[in-house]
């Protein structure tokens, strides 16, 4: 919880002679958050009462989010500092990967991982899922699978005339739609241009600056491949080993914030429910926390229960989910 936290939070800021910000996204199995525009506002509370100073700290944990809200947060906490490092505990990944790209350094455990920072489009005109009783529910079109497709064509397949692979974009745009295509590339040209302007806090070349933003874009080959201390190290970024005493105060701040979020403990409504024909939630999925104003998480409440419906001859159970509230809320 905040108040046992609060200790290692000073702690970290002595050692590092900076201030600290803590912003935690869940990935819990079934109940994941991600980096979203709603943060930017609970930050300039903290950050007003942090005010002007010589160096900040954000220790960063999330799986992604929003590449703009990303983008947007970093200049924000930029502009109340000469310097900024981002502290990672374990998980820092795509949009979490393009924040620490704004970062002077980059304070990684043995066991953190960095990630590809390519983004998904997803909105309305997406394939459908197909089987889904959702019928709104849609699938993400990455951008690497689009760059990877063309490849496959080209290196694959021997296919290097423009005549063949228009044929091949107008076979792929009965699939995908046009404009989803096109929103693909317009995120592809806007993380690069996003990924460069960021990598100027870094004492890099621009030879250095192209090889990191290719390499997190394009060539890592997946959005799941995971980038540890070493390679991050080897790309060019400004990467710190943690010494053991700092390692252990990052430790003790995460595997609290772990407990609290239930983080390692996949969320099942049946098993939730237990026995109970109506059980009532407060799922906390977010911090955004520091030492110098009071902490705010994101909340999901609602009630799970049962409802009978007719099917046929037969009356069927089946789970309900009221949910009632789903933001952050400030400290009680």
Request: proline share 5%; hydrophobic share 35%; with cysteine.
């Amino acid at each position: 919880m905040y108040n046992q936290r609060l200790a290692h939070y000073q702690a970290l800021e002595e050692k590092r002679n900076s201030k600290l910000l803590v912003y935690v996204t869940s990935d819990r199995p079934n109940l994941n958050t991600q980096i979203a525009s709603d943060i930017l506002n609970l930050f300039t509370e903290h950050l007003d009462q942090i005010g002007d100073v010589p160096k900040i700290s954000l220790f960063l944990y999330t799986r992604g989010g929003n590449t703009l809200s990303a983008w947007t947060l970093v200049n924000l906490i930029r502009s109340f500092c000469d310097e900024l490092e981002i502290i990672v505990p374990l998980i820092c990944h795509s949009a979490g990967t393009l924040i620490s790209l704004g970062a002077n350094r980059i304070v990684m455990t043995k066991q953190a991982t960095l990630g590809p920072i390519d983004p998904s489009v997803n909105g309305p005109l997406n394939p459908g899922v197909p089987g889904a009783q959702n019928v709104n529910a849609r699938i993400p079109v990455s951008v690497e699978f689009v760059d990877a497709f063309f490849q496959m064509a080209k290196q694959e397949l021997g296919i290097s005339n423009q005549e063949s692979l228009s044929k091949i974009l107008m076979e792929l745009t009965k699939h995908i739609h046009p404009l989803t295509l096109g929103q693909v590339y317009r995120s592809k040209t806007q993380i690069q241009m996003l990924a460069q302007k960021l990598l100027q806090h870094q004492d890099l070349s621009d030879e250095q600056k192209d090889k990191i933003v290719k390499f997190l874009c394009s060539e890592s080959g997946s959005h799941d491949y995971t980038v540890n201390r070493r390679e991050a190290t080897a790309l060019g970024l400004n990467i710190e080993k943690p010494d053991m005493p700092l390692y252990e105060i990052i430790k003790a701040i995460y595997k609290d914030i772990e407990a609290e979020l239930e983080l390692r403990r996949p969320y099942e409504p049946k098993s939730f429910m237990g026995q109970e024909s109506a059980k009532p939630y407060c799922f906390k999925r977010g911090l955004i926390e520091s030492t110098v104003n009071p902490p705010h998480t994101y909340i999901t409440e609602g009630t799970m229960f049962l409802q009978a419906i007719q099917n046929g001859p037969q009356a069927q159970q089946i789970l309900k989910d009221e949910r009632t509230f789903d933001g952050w809320k400030d400290a009680e």
